[in-house]
Protein backbone atom coordinates (compact mmCIF):
# COMPACT_ATOMS: atom_id res chain seq x y z
CA UNK A 1 0.00 0.00 0.00
CA UNK A 2 1.31 3.58 -0.85
CA UNK A 3 1.75 6.04 1.55
CA UNK A 4 -0.27 8.30 -0.28
CA UNK A 5 -3.45 5.19 0.44
CA UNK A 6 -2.17 5.29 4.06
CA UNK A 7 -2.81 8.88 4.37
CA UNK A 8 -6.24 8.77 2.77
CA UNK A 9 -7.35 5.68 4.84
CA UNK A 10 -6.80 7.66 8.35
CA UNK A 11 -8.17 10.89 7.23
CA UNK A 12 -11.52 11.73 9.12
CA UNK A 13 -13.55 11.78 5.63
CA UNK A 14 -12.79 8.35 5.19
CA UNK A 15 -13.21 6.91 8.47
CA UNK A 16 -15.28 4.09 9.10
CA UNK A 17 -16.23 3.69 5.34
CA UNK A 18 -16.50 0.49 4.64
CA UNK A 19 -16.57 0.64 1.21
CA UNK A 20 -12.90 2.48 1.42
CA UNK A 21 -11.55 -0.51 2.79
CA UNK A 22 -12.95 -2.60 0.29
CA UNK A 23 -11.83 -0.65 -2.15
CA UNK A 24 -8.15 -0.60 -1.01
CA UNK A 25 -7.98 -4.08 -0.12
CA UNK A 26 -8.70 -4.46 -3.91
CA UNK A 27 -5.69 -2.34 -5.29
CA UNK A 28 -3.54 -4.07 -2.96
CA UNK A 29 -4.40 -7.92 -4.38
CA UNK A 30 -3.28 -8.07 -7.50
CA UNK A 31 -1.82 -11.76 -9.08
CA UNK A 32 1.60 -12.62 -9.16
CA UNK A 33 3.86 -11.22 -11.70
CA UNK A 34 7.33 -12.95 -13.12
CA UNK A 35 9.83 -11.98 -10.82
CA UNK A 36 13.29 -11.69 -12.22
CA UNK A 37 14.28 -15.50 -11.84
CA UNK A 38 11.56 -16.96 -13.26
CA UNK A 39 12.05 -14.01 -16.62
CA UNK A 40 15.41 -15.52 -16.85
CA UNK A 41 14.09 -18.94 -16.28
CA UNK A 42 11.76 -18.31 -19.47
CA UNK A 43 14.69 -16.52 -21.15
CA UNK A 44 17.08 -19.48 -21.13
CA UNK A 45 14.28 -22.37 -21.10
CA UNK A 46 15.70 -23.82 -18.38
CA UNK A 47 15.77 -24.46 -14.55
CA UNK A 48 19.98 -24.30 -13.51
CA UNK A 49 19.56 -26.52 -10.15
CA UNK A 50 22.65 -26.90 -7.79
CA UNK A 51 22.98 -30.74 -6.73
CA UNK A 52 25.43 -32.26 -4.47
CA UNK A 53 29.09 -34.02 -5.84
CA UNK A 54 26.94 -37.32 -5.65
CA UNK A 55 25.01 -38.90 -2.49
CA UNK A 56 22.97 -41.91 -4.03
CA UNK A 57 19.22 -41.34 -3.36
CA UNK A 58 19.36 -37.75 -3.57
CA UNK A 59 21.38 -36.62 -6.15
CA UNK A 60 23.78 -38.26 -8.51
CA UNK A 61 24.16 -39.51 -12.34
CA UNK A 62 23.14 -43.04 -13.03
CA UNK A 63 25.31 -45.10 -15.01
CA UNK A 64 24.17 -43.36 -18.47
CA UNK A 65 24.64 -39.87 -16.76
CA UNK A 66 21.16 -39.22 -15.98
CA UNK A 67 20.86 -37.58 -12.38
CA UNK A 68 18.71 -38.94 -10.37
CA UNK A 69 17.18 -38.55 -6.77
CA UNK A 70 14.84 -37.04 -4.27
CA UNK A 71 16.52 -33.31 -4.93
CA UNK A 72 17.08 -33.68 -8.37
CA UNK A 73 12.94 -34.91 -8.55
CA UNK A 74 12.41 -31.66 -6.67
CA UNK A 75 14.18 -29.65 -9.69
CA UNK A 76 12.39 -31.68 -11.97
CA UNK A 77 8.62 -30.88 -10.78
CA UNK A 78 9.89 -27.13 -10.42
CA UNK A 79 10.65 -27.46 -14.50
CA UNK A 80 7.84 -29.41 -15.01
CA UNK A 81 5.54 -26.69 -13.12
CA UNK A 82 7.07 -23.35 -14.67
CA UNK A 83 8.07 -24.32 -18.19
CA UNK A 84 6.55 -27.64 -18.91
CA UNK A 85 9.00 -29.79 -18.76
CA UNK A 86 10.91 -31.82 -16.26
CA UNK A 87 13.46 -32.02 -18.64
CA UNK A 88 14.46 -28.35 -18.80
CA UNK A 89 17.03 -28.65 -16.05
CA UNK A 90 20.53 -28.10 -15.89
CA UNK A 91 21.83 -29.67 -12.54
CA UNK A 92 25.17 -28.26 -11.64
CA UNK A 93 27.47 -30.47 -8.92
CA UNK A 94 28.91 -28.11 -6.12
CA UNK A 95 30.42 -29.32 -2.76
CA UNK A 96 30.00 -28.27 1.04
CA UNK A 97 31.88 -24.98 0.20
CA UNK A 98 30.68 -24.04 -3.35
CA UNK A 99 26.82 -24.36 -2.82
CA UNK A 100 26.03 -21.38 -1.11
CA UNK A 101 28.29 -18.71 -2.94
CA UNK A 102 26.67 -20.44 -6.35
CA UNK A 103 22.99 -19.84 -4.61
CA UNK A 104 24.27 -15.76 -4.29
CA UNK A 105 26.03 -15.14 -7.24
CA UNK A 106 23.12 -16.27 -9.28
CA UNK A 107 24.64 -19.32 -10.70
CA UNK A 108 22.06 -21.62 -9.85
CA UNK A 109 18.60 -20.78 -9.36
CA UNK A 110 17.69 -22.99 -6.60
CA UNK A 111 20.02 -25.27 -4.70
CA UNK A 112 18.28 -28.90 -3.96
CA UNK A 113 21.54 -30.32 -2.32
CA UNK A 114 21.13 -32.16 1.11
CA UNK A 115 21.11 -28.86 3.22
CA UNK A 116 19.91 -28.45 6.43
CA UNK A 117 17.89 -25.55 7.37
CA UNK A 118 19.57 -23.67 10.16
CA UNK A 119 19.04 -20.26 11.97
CA UNK A 120 22.07 -19.47 10.69
CA UNK A 121 21.57 -19.83 6.81
CA UNK A 122 18.19 -18.69 6.61
CA UNK A 123 18.84 -15.09 8.92
CA UNK A 124 22.30 -14.92 6.99
CA UNK A 125 23.04 -15.72 3.69
CA UNK A 126 20.87 -14.07 1.52
CA UNK A 127 18.75 -17.20 0.58
CA UNK A 128 15.31 -18.53 1.62
CA UNK A 129 14.64 -22.08 2.57
CA UNK A 130 11.65 -23.52 0.70
CA UNK A 131 10.09 -26.42 1.97
CA UNK A 132 11.63 -29.80 4.10
CA UNK A 133 11.76 -32.54 1.65
CA UNK A 134 13.36 -35.04 4.12
CA UNK A 135 13.69 -35.13 8.11
CA UNK A 136 16.86 -36.24 8.94
CA UNK A 137 19.14 -36.50 11.63
CA UNK A 138 23.25 -36.26 12.14
CA UNK A 139 24.94 -40.12 13.00
CA UNK A 140 28.04 -42.21 12.56
CA UNK A 141 28.91 -44.58 10.13
CA UNK A 142 31.59 -47.61 12.07
CA UNK A 143 33.05 -50.93 11.05
CA UNK A 144 31.64 -53.74 12.33
CA UNK A 145 34.63 -54.95 13.80
CA UNK A 146 34.82 -52.48 16.56
CA UNK A 147 31.53 -53.64 18.14
CA UNK A 148 30.32 -50.56 18.96
CA UNK A 149 26.90 -50.04 20.01
CA UNK A 150 26.73 -46.44 20.56
CA UNK A 151 28.56 -43.21 19.46
CA UNK A 152 29.22 -42.27 23.25
CA UNK A 153 31.89 -45.22 23.05
CA UNK A 154 33.80 -43.24 20.63
CA UNK A 155 35.63 -41.63 23.43
CA UNK A 156 39.52 -40.53 21.58
CA UNK A 157 38.31 -41.98 18.43
CA UNK A 158 38.95 -39.98 15.32
CA UNK A 159 35.83 -39.27 13.40
CA UNK A 160 36.11 -38.31 9.55
CA UNK A 161 33.68 -35.05 8.84
CA UNK A 162 33.12 -32.91 5.65
CA UNK A 163 34.35 -29.41 5.94
CA UNK A 164 31.73 -26.48 5.36
CA UNK A 165 28.72 -28.31 7.24
CA UNK A 166 26.55 -28.20 10.75
CA UNK A 167 27.97 -31.47 10.82
CA UNK A 168 31.43 -30.58 11.83
CA UNK A 169 29.50 -28.21 14.29
CA UNK A 170 27.63 -30.69 15.54
CA UNK A 171 30.25 -33.12 15.95
CA UNK A 172 32.03 -30.81 18.29
CA UNK A 173 28.98 -29.84 20.12
CA UNK A 174 28.46 -33.65 20.74
CA UNK A 175 32.17 -34.22 21.96
CA UNK A 176 32.38 -31.11 24.21
CA UNK A 177 28.61 -32.38 25.67
CA UNK A 178 30.11 -35.70 27.00
CA UNK A 179 33.42 -35.78 27.36
CA UNK A 180 34.95 -37.58 24.72
CA UNK A 181 37.47 -36.06 22.99
CA UNK A 182 37.08 -36.43 19.75
CA UNK A 183 39.41 -35.88 17.40
CA UNK A 184 37.84 -34.70 14.26
CA UNK A 185 39.83 -35.65 10.48
CA UNK A 186 38.37 -32.61 8.42
CA UNK A 187 38.18 -33.24 4.65
CA UNK A 188 36.92 -30.75 1.80
CA UNK A 189 34.67 -33.71 0.03
CA UNK A 190 31.83 -35.87 0.87
CA UNK A 191 33.87 -38.74 -0.81
CA UNK A 192 37.12 -37.87 0.28
CA UNK A 193 35.62 -38.21 3.93
CA UNK A 194 34.23 -41.87 3.77
CA UNK A 195 36.48 -43.15 1.50
CA UNK A 196 39.22 -42.32 4.51
CA UNK A 197 37.06 -44.56 6.95
CA UNK A 198 37.22 -47.72 4.32
CA UNK A 199 40.78 -46.99 4.25
CA UNK A 200 41.17 -47.00 7.63
CA UNK A 201 42.20 -43.51 8.68
CA UNK A 202 38.98 -42.97 11.00
CA UNK A 203 37.07 -45.17 13.37
CA UNK A 204 34.25 -43.37 11.95
CA UNK A 205 32.48 -40.79 9.32
CA UNK A 206 29.53 -38.87 10.74
CA UNK A 207 27.03 -37.15 7.96
CA UNK A 208 23.58 -37.44 8.10
CA UNK A 209 21.66 -40.80 8.19
CA UNK A 210 20.57 -41.16 4.78
CA UNK A 211 23.46 -40.05 3.55
CA UNK A 212 25.74 -43.02 5.53
CA UNK A 213 23.12 -45.46 4.72
CA UNK A 214 23.77 -44.40 1.01
CA UNK A 215 27.86 -44.54 1.27
CA UNK A 216 27.21 -48.08 3.03
CA UNK A 217 24.97 -49.85 0.38
CA UNK A 218 26.23 -48.29 -2.45
CA UNK A 219 30.06 -47.24 -1.81
CA UNK A 220 31.18 -49.77 0.75
CA UNK A 221 33.53 -52.52 -0.54
CA UNK A 222 31.76 -54.52 1.51
CA UNK A 223 28.64 -53.43 3.50
CA UNK A 224 28.21 -55.87 5.90
CA UNK A 225 31.47 -54.99 7.30
CA UNK A 226 29.84 -51.05 8.23
CA UNK A 227 27.44 -50.69 10.23
CA UNK A 228 25.19 -47.19 11.53
CA UNK A 229 24.79 -46.64 14.87
CA UNK A 230 21.75 -45.88 16.69
CA UNK A 231 22.62 -42.73 17.88
CA UNK A 232 21.30 -39.05 16.43
CA UNK A 233 23.03 -36.11 17.75
CA UNK A 234 20.88 -33.54 15.85
CA UNK A 235 18.05 -32.62 13.64
CA UNK A 236 18.35 -31.97 9.93
CA UNK A 237 15.62 -30.93 8.10
CA UNK A 238 16.35 -31.09 4.58
CA UNK A 239 15.54 -28.73 2.04
CA UNK A 240 15.91 -26.90 -1.26
CA UNK A 241 16.84 -22.91 -0.67
CA UNK A 242 16.31 -20.10 -3.08
CA UNK A 243 18.00 -16.56 -3.43
CA UNK A 244 16.34 -13.59 -1.30
CA UNK A 245 15.22 -11.01 -3.23
CA UNK A 246 12.20 -12.67 -5.54
CA UNK A 247 9.39 -13.55 -3.56
CA UNK A 248 7.50 -14.91 -6.46
CA UNK A 249 10.10 -17.39 -7.19
CA UNK A 250 10.56 -18.16 -3.33
CA UNK A 251 6.63 -19.40 -3.87
CA UNK A 252 6.98 -21.25 -7.09
CA UNK A 253 9.28 -23.34 -5.31
CA UNK A 254 7.59 -23.73 -2.37
CA UNK A 255 4.73 -24.54 -3.46
CA UNK A 256 5.38 -26.74 -5.90
CA UNK A 257 6.51 -28.86 -2.76
CA UNK A 258 3.50 -28.23 -0.98
CA UNK A 259 1.63 -29.59 -4.50
CA UNK A 260 3.55 -32.87 -4.14
CA UNK A 261 2.79 -33.43 -0.15
CA UNK A 262 -0.38 -32.90 -0.69
CA UNK A 263 -0.96 -35.01 -3.87
CA UNK A 264 -0.44 -37.62 -1.50
CA UNK A 265 -2.71 -36.96 1.04
CA UNK A 266 -5.58 -36.91 -1.14
CA UNK A 267 -4.00 -40.31 -3.41
CA UNK A 268 -3.53 -38.09 -6.59
CA UNK A 269 -0.97 -40.53 -7.94
CA UNK A 270 1.48 -39.99 -11.06
CA UNK A 271 -0.91 -42.22 -12.89
CA UNK A 272 -3.67 -40.31 -11.76
CA UNK A 273 -2.35 -37.11 -12.67
CA UNK A 274 -1.93 -38.19 -15.84
CA UNK A 275 -5.20 -39.36 -16.51
CA UNK A 276 -7.90 -37.44 -17.82
CA UNK A 277 -10.85 -39.13 -15.37
CA UNK A 278 -12.08 -35.94 -13.50
CA UNK A 279 -11.76 -36.25 -9.80
CA UNK A 280 -15.10 -35.89 -7.71
CA UNK A 281 -13.06 -34.32 -4.31
CA UNK A 282 -12.63 -30.73 -4.66
CA UNK A 283 -9.22 -30.36 -3.39
CA UNK A 284 -7.96 -32.98 -5.71
CA UNK A 285 -9.44 -30.80 -8.94
CA UNK A 286 -8.00 -27.63 -7.49
CA UNK A 287 -4.71 -29.39 -7.78
CA UNK A 288 -5.10 -30.59 -11.31
CA UNK A 289 -6.37 -27.02 -12.43
CA UNK A 290 -9.89 -28.81 -12.98
CA UNK A 291 -11.78 -26.52 -9.93
CA UNK A 292 -10.54 -22.87 -8.94
CA UNK A 293 -7.37 -21.90 -10.80
CA UNK A 294 -4.49 -21.47 -8.55
CA UNK A 295 -1.71 -20.39 -10.94
CA UNK A 296 -2.72 -17.17 -11.35
CA UNK A 297 -1.53 -16.37 -7.95
CA UNK A 298 1.95 -17.45 -8.59
CA UNK A 299 2.22 -15.88 -12.66
CA UNK A 300 1.98 -19.58 -13.80
CA UNK A 301 -1.25 -21.48 -15.64
CA UNK A 302 -3.78 -23.57 -14.24
CA UNK A 303 -2.21 -26.86 -14.77
CA UNK A 304 1.41 -25.92 -13.06
CA UNK A 305 0.48 -28.49 -10.18
CA UNK A 306 -0.84 -31.17 -12.58
CA UNK A 307 2.14 -31.33 -14.34
CA UNK A 308 4.66 -31.51 -11.59
CA UNK A 309 3.03 -34.28 -10.44
CA UNK A 310 3.15 -36.10 -13.78
CA UNK A 311 6.53 -35.45 -14.15
CA UNK A 312 7.64 -37.15 -10.77
CA UNK A 313 4.59 -38.09 -8.73
CA UNK A 314 3.81 -37.71 -5.50
CA UNK A 315 6.14 -37.05 -2.63
CA UNK A 316 5.74 -40.50 -1.42
CA UNK A 317 6.30 -42.51 -4.74
CA UNK A 318 9.27 -39.80 -4.75
CA UNK A 319 10.41 -40.88 -1.51
CA UNK A 320 9.92 -44.86 -2.52
CA UNK A 321 11.64 -44.89 -5.69
CA UNK A 322 14.46 -43.15 -4.42
CA UNK A 323 15.46 -43.69 -1.03
CA UNK A 324 12.73 -46.09 0.31
CA UNK A 325 11.57 -49.59 -0.59
CA UNK A 326 11.82 -49.52 -4.14
CA UNK A 327 15.13 -48.55 -3.93
CA UNK A 328 18.73 -49.85 -2.71
CA UNK A 329 18.53 -47.32 -0.13
CA UNK A 330 15.16 -49.21 1.58
CA UNK A 331 14.96 -46.30 4.34
CA UNK A 332 12.27 -46.10 6.22
CA UNK A 333 9.49 -43.55 6.21
CA UNK A 334 10.07 -42.55 9.23
CA UNK A 335 9.25 -38.79 9.94
CA UNK A 336 8.57 -38.42 6.68
CA UNK A 337 5.04 -39.70 6.22
CA UNK A 338 2.04 -37.59 6.15
CA UNK A 339 1.15 -36.15 9.13
CA UNK A 340 -2.59 -38.06 8.95
CA UNK A 341 -0.16 -41.25 9.06
CA UNK A 342 1.55 -40.17 12.25
CA UNK A 343 4.84 -38.90 10.54
CA UNK A 344 5.60 -34.47 9.96
CA UNK A 345 4.71 -34.07 6.56
CA UNK A 346 2.53 -31.49 6.35
CA UNK A 347 1.41 -29.37 3.71
CA UNK A 348 -0.22 -26.13 3.60
CA UNK A 349 -3.38 -26.46 1.21
CA UNK A 350 -3.64 -25.73 -2.22
CA UNK A 351 -6.81 -23.44 -2.15
Given at each position: ??????????????????????????????????????DGIRQRGQVVCGV???????????????????????????????????????????????????????????????????????????????????????????????????????????????????????????????????????????????????????????????????????????????????????????????????????????????????????????????????????????????????????????????????????????????????????LPRGPNRPWSQGG????????
Open positions: MTSILKRLLRSPCMAGLPWALAWLGALAWQPAQAGKVLSNGVAGFSAPDASGRWQGLDVDICRAVAAATLGSAEKVKFVPLNATQRFAALQSGQIDILSRNTSWTLTRDASLGLHFTAVTYFDGQGFLVPTKLKLSSAKQLKGAQVCVQAGTTTEKNLADFSRAHSLNIKPVVFDTYEAGFKALFSGRCQAYTADTSALSSIRNKEAPKPSDYVVLPDLISKEPLGPAVKRGDDEWFDIVKWTIFALQEAEELGVTQAKAASAAPSNDPAAQRLLGGGEDMGKLLGLDKAWAKRAIQAVGHYGEVFERNVGKNSPLNLMYAPPVR
